[in-house]
């Protein structure tokens, strides 16, 4: 279930908790591919599923950065912002890459904000530390700090 904040004062006031939790997604072949031709990142083991199957993996891997690009797709589904008139990336503090994405798996985001504070314009400067997850893995795939800003 989405949790909604009535407005960026609220979302930043939430700092310090956890907001929950995506539906699972698949990372399928087709996906992976696209990447590779987005990025030119064509090592084999994100695009020659027959060599991967005897690699160290046993299969085709996402790429870390694909990963780490699924975030928003991820993250929608879990909160959104009410009476936001601007949103943009400002970088990353950390990101961490624990476990392969093996094609095939299905990986889900879990969200805490971290950190909020005021910025010039009448903005928020927001941490999110996003956990990707894969089913049935112990260990998450990726540990991101998102900084994000948005106004009002």
């Keep these: 279930m989405t949790k909604v904040f009535a407005s960026p004062a609220e979302f930043a006031a939430a700092a310090g ?29 994100h695009v020659d599923p027959e060599r991967a199957a005897a690699g ?10 694909l990963t780490l690009s699924l975030i928003p797709v991820l993250t929608q589904g879990v909160y959104r912002v009410e009476g936001v ?23 889900r985001a879990s969200v805490d904000i971290v950190s909020a504070e005021e910025v010039a314009g009448g903005g928020h400067q927001v941490v999110n530390r996003v956990t990707i997850e894969i ?7 990726c540990v991101a700090e998102i900084v994000g800003r948005i106004y009002g």
């Design 17 to 45: 908790t956890h907001v929950g939790v995506s539906d699972w997604i698949t990372v399928e072949q087709d996906r992976i591919d696209l990447f590779a031709d987005a990025t030119g990142d064509y090592q084999w083991i």
């Design 56 to 65: 160290p993996f046993g299969a085709t891997i996402a790429h870390g950065y």
């Design 85 to 107: 008139r601007m949103a943009i990336n400002y970088g990353l503090n950390k990101a961490r890459f624990m476990n392969p994405v093996c094609v095939g798996s299905k990986v």
């Design 135 to 141: 089913e049935g893995v112990d260990k998450p795939a």
